[in-house]
């Protein structure tokens, strides 16, 4: 069976379609339309991020940001349901907020109670920022001595583990950050799903 990771984030282009199982706009209009080509660019580099690590991932995404990278949390919360409800097995978050939420850290205790893997992404300044502080989420942060293939045991309060957070490390130009390291966990994460043949509730002993 395919991986089946689910995106919180801005969306898709058009050229990814292909790879999306199911896919849902969460806004202010009326209506639950799928989600429209990704405006912002960020969950699309996200996808592909990915997809490279496992190309036969099915994303499930919940489109919450719009023109910029800014939500109601209210978004984030019925996101986090709907993937409950799809059949999310991993949920990547690379997003934080510097304040907790009650609601947040509930939604994200609920979804791991039923089986699923939250990944969220940390700054490497070291801030705190929720979710990847709650510890239902597996936190991730940048970290430069990584290659694209490797992940580091960070242990430290604001970020268990460290991954490349370059777009393309050849090419440093084309920029990165820790919402991409987080990406590449997951894309990892599923790879050891699909090709590995490792049960989601064993991968955590395997990073």
């Known amino acids: ?17 292909p790879h999306v199982a199911v896919s849902k706009r969460f806004d202010e209009l009326p209506g639950a339309e799928p989600a429209q080509p990704d405006a912002v660019g960020h969950g699309d580099q996200l996808a592909r991020i990915i997809l490279r690590h496992c190309n036969i991932t099915e994303l499930h995404v919940a489109q919450v940001f719009q023109a910029t990278r ?7 919360l019925d996101a986090i349901n709907w993937l409950v409800v799809s059949g999310a097995q991993i949920i990547n978050m690379s997003f934080g907020i510097g304040l907790p939420s009650d609601k947040l850290r509930d939604a994200c205790e609920y979804a791991k109670a039923r089986g699923v893997l939250l990944i969220a992404s940390a700054p490497s300044t070291g801030k705190i920022v929720f979710p990847a502080a709650y510890s ?15 992940i580091s045991w960070l242990n ?3 970020a268990e583990l460290g991954a490349c957070s370059m777009i393309d490390p050849s090419d440093a130009e084309q920029g990165g950050g820790a919402s991409l390291a987080c990406a590449r966990v997951t894309g990892m994460v599923a790879h050891l799903m699909a090709a590995e043949k490792i049960p989601l509730h064993k991968v955590p002993n395997y990073l």
């Open 1 to 17: 069976m395919n991986p089946r990771i689910g995106i919180i984030d801005s969306g898709v282009s058009e050229a990814l379609f």
């Open 70 to 76: 800014q939500a109601p949390i209210s978004r984030v």
């Open 136 to 150: 239902s989420c597996l936190s991730v942060t940048g970290d430069v001595r990584c290659s694209v293939e490797q």
């Open 156 to 158: 430290q309060k604001h």
